[in-house]
């Protein structure tokens, strides 16, 4: 019978299925969702999640998304650029540290930062009261954001407890780090200052 195709449950949204499905990802990892996992959750068929998202892979990308719209939030606050810059990298490990599943899986793709969202438009702003001409703001925050990144990835996946040995070692390295990057923003500025 023609045009009798089952109604989609109202209860079923896309953002219903992205929570579940970053529920099971920050339990089980990436490899830990499936469809037909993500299904059984939401006490659904399958068949029915593929009126909302188009495959695993759109799962995934949905919620890095929403995931990364959580930056939206992150608000640098008044006081001197390298207090700013540190918050910013501080909510960045947060934010990471809150899905390290996930965040492992995204930091190896080309698009985890995102020019458009909050955290590299405040970061942006950060660099530009740090007196970075503004022909170098972009390139360097987008090294700073890969070098943040790499970092981070070390850290959620042990390596950097690993090399450095000691119980607070992420703490301690995430420190040092955010604190050389400091440095050498400043050292920059100030050469950019005396050409």
């Known amino acids: 019978m023609a045009g009798s ?3 989609v449950d109202p209860r079923l949204t896309k953002d219903a299925i992205l929570r579940t ?5 920050d339990a089980h990892g990436i490899d830990g ?4 996992k ?14 909302h998202v188009a495959n695993k892979a759109a799962v995934v990308n949905g919620i890095t998304r929403l995931v990364t719209d959580g930056a939206r939030d992150i608000a640098v606050g008044p006081g001197r650029w390298p207090d700013q810059l540190r918050q910013l990298a501080y909510a960045f490990r947060a934010l990471s540290l809150a899905h390290p599943h996930l965040m492992r899986h ?12 909050p955290m590299w438009q405040a970061l942006c702003d950060v660099l530009r009261t740090a007196g970075l001409p503004e022909a170098e703001v972009e390139q360097t925050g987008a090294v700073l954001t890969v070098l943040v990144g790499g970092l981070l990835l070390t850290e959620v996946n042990g390596t950097m407890r690993r090399l450095i040995g000691a119980d607070a070692a992420d703490d301690a390295g995430f420190a040092l780090a955010v604190d050389l990057l400091i ?5 920059r500025v100030s050469r950019t200052d005396m050409i």
């Open 5 to 7: 195709a089952k109604p």
């Open 21 to 25: 499905a970053l529920r099971i990802v």
């Open 33 to 36: 969702l499936s469809m037909r």
């Open 38 to 51: 993500l299904a059984a959750e939401l006490g659904v068929n399958p068949m029915s999640l593929y009126h």
């Open 106 to 117: 995204a930091f190896t793709g080309d698009d985890f930062i995102q020019r458009r969202g």
């Open 183 to 187: 440095n050498g923003i400043a050292t």
